[in-house]
């Protein structure tokens, strides 16, 4: 018998679910149930309605058609207050957290509007509850620490504990492992694992070994229709990547010896200030050549982020020198980085990679704005604009449902394509891409790993960070590994061992 507010509940299902934008059908008749005891998966293409499906039983997007029902029980979702109350919360993909204040205060403030304690007084039930719930499901965190120190693991684990100080039986999890290392996503799922047993958790994600690790059952989307709904039992990956893109998967790999076309970027004992006022690079040095792909691996935070922004111009450098095509560049920004060659697919594309009210085509010349074809003696030329946007929508293969809409409407893969469109369309001499295929579906990233050959092959340098062993291995002509704000060693790429990378990434020379 379902409970009022979904405490005792076993099940939800959305049932028949449709949800149109103006030119795209998001979810086309979609029925899915999910359990208490299980981790249901949804897999699917970018832009295949995994999200808006979601925001759907989150109460954000009203469906056009359909209902959601709670143990057989037809319910109303109509904002994420109703969705709270019936017992289903939201660990979103990237924390939102109040960074100055500690854990236990960001979760007082949560539990304002839903009845907990009060906000002013914090620290009794609230740090009772907090320190109980985390004994029950692993979810080591310190109630007292200031949110700013702590990891992107550690503040996903107060989202969590957000959610369920609200009563939620029911979690949605978008992409969780995104903002996770290699460690932390097996502490995730060694909670989740935990909390199954009282719980139903969706998880969206597009690693398909994740699915295979963590899941009970799986659904799949495809142009926003259920194509697959199956059990997690004798499945392999292949068996996933067909039911999602019909095919088989393929894996691209750099072949051949590097055509090298003379260095490009030239870094040498580096130091940057990092976002908490201490030394983030400490004297690092490396050449990037024209024609070559250079690997970066390391654990998140220990660095990469700060030798990215160091190579495109957004950070200065405190001590040591930049060249680029022999020029130095100390002190120039990131304009004249871009005007020398250098192109940047930032980590974090919403804020710096895109304006998101500005639509598909601009966002696609925003580097050329002013250049001919698209603006002549100052006037816009709207038909080129137009063309360029046509171009590159169908080589890059972004949904979008026109040229039109604003980029923020795009789905989070779709917006990654429309990125590294613009990007690799200015022919720089090199790309400085960081996490490239984060967020993409197995095929997009298979064509994007091709593209980035392509380039190779063609003479553009490319310094490819990625949390992805794989990826890096299979793509990366050379690997630094980055520990601590110091290199702890270059490997080539006949010396690629994953076990070695490994320890190199444990700060191990
Ligand atoms: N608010 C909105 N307005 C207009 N179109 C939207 C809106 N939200 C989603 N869409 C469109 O609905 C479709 C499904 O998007 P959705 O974000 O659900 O995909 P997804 O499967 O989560 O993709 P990804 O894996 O890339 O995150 C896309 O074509 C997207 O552009």
Do not use: C
Not at 402 to 418: C, E, F, H, M
């Amino acid at each position: 018998m379902a409970s009022q507010n979904g405490v005792s509940a076993r099940q939800i299902t959305l049932s028949h679910i449709t949800k149109t934008f103006p030119g795209v059908i998001a979810n086309d008749d979609v029925t899915l149930t999910l359990n208490v005891g299980e981790v249901h998966a949804i897999l699917g293409e970018n832009g295949a309605g995994k999200t808006s499906l979601m925001n759907v039983l989150y109460g954000i997007y009203h469906p056009d058609q359909g209902q959601i029902l709670l143990d057989g029980k037809p319910v109303r979702i109509d904002s994420p207050k109703d969705a709270i109350r019936l017992g289903v919360g939201l660990v979103p993909q990237h924390p939102m957290l109040v960074r100055a204040h500690t854990v236990e205060e960001n979760i007082a403030l949560s539990q304002v509007t839903h009845g907990g304690a009060s906000f002013w007084n914090p620290t009794s039930n609230i740090r009772r509850r907090i320190v109980e719930l985390s004994g029950r499901y692993g979810l080591k965190v310190d109630p007292k620490a200031p949110v700013w120190q702590l990891s992107a693991g550690e503040q996903q684990r107060v989202e969590i504990l957000k959610v369920l100080l609200q009563g939620a039986r029911f979690l949605i999890l978008d992409e969780p492992t995104s903002v996770l290392t290699p460690q932390e996503v097996q502490e995730l799922f060694a909670v989740l694992r935990r909390m199954r047993q009282d719980h139903g958790m969706v998880i969206i994600t597009h690693k398909l070994d994740e699915v295979l690790d963590i899941s009970d059952q799986i659904t799949v989307l495809r142009k926003g229709k259920v194509t697959g709904n199956t059990k997690n039992e004798n499945l392999k990956k292949t068996d996933l990547a067909r039911m999602m893109i019909g095919e088989e998967l393929k894996e691209t790999r750099v072949a051949g010896h590097p055509h090298l076309r003379g260095e490009m970027i030239h870094l040498s004992d580096a130091w940057a200030m990092g976002e908490r006022g201490t030394p983030a690079l400490k004297g690092v040095s490396l050449s990037v050549q024209g024609g070559e792909i250079l690997g970066v691996a390391g654990v998140a935070g220990n660095g990469q982020l700060e030798l990215i922004e160091v190579l495109t111009g957004l950070r200065p450098l405190t001590r040591g020198h930049i060249f680029v095509k022999g020029k130095d560049m100390k002190g120039q920004n990131a304009e004249a980085f871009f005007q020398s060659g250098i192109a940047h697919v930032p980590e974090d594309r919403n804020h710096y990679g895109i304006v998101p009210n500005m639509t598909v085509e601009e966002n696609l010349i925003l580097r050329a704005m002013n250049q001919n074809p698209y603006s002549k003696a100052g006037i816009m030329d709207f038909a080129a604009i137009r063309e360029h946007a046509r171009q590159n929508i169908q080589k890059y293969d972004i949904r979008t449902p026109t040229a039109d809409t604003r980029a923020r409407l795009l789905s989070g893969g779709n917006v990654q394509k429309l990125i590294l469109a613009r990007e690799l369309e200015s022919n720089p001499d090199v790309l400085v891409a960081a996490h490239p295929t984060y967020g993409l579906d197995i095929g997009a990233t298979t064509q994007v790993h091709q593209l980035l050959l392509e380039k190779r092959a063609q003479g553009m340098g490319i310094v490819l960070v990625s949390e992805d062993l794989d990826e890096l291995m299979n793509l990366s002509d050379r690997i630094v590994v980055i520990f601590a704000g110091t290199f702890t060693g270059t490997l080539t790429r006949a010396e690629f061992q994953r076990e070695k990378l490994g320890l190199m990434m444990a700060g191990e020379a």
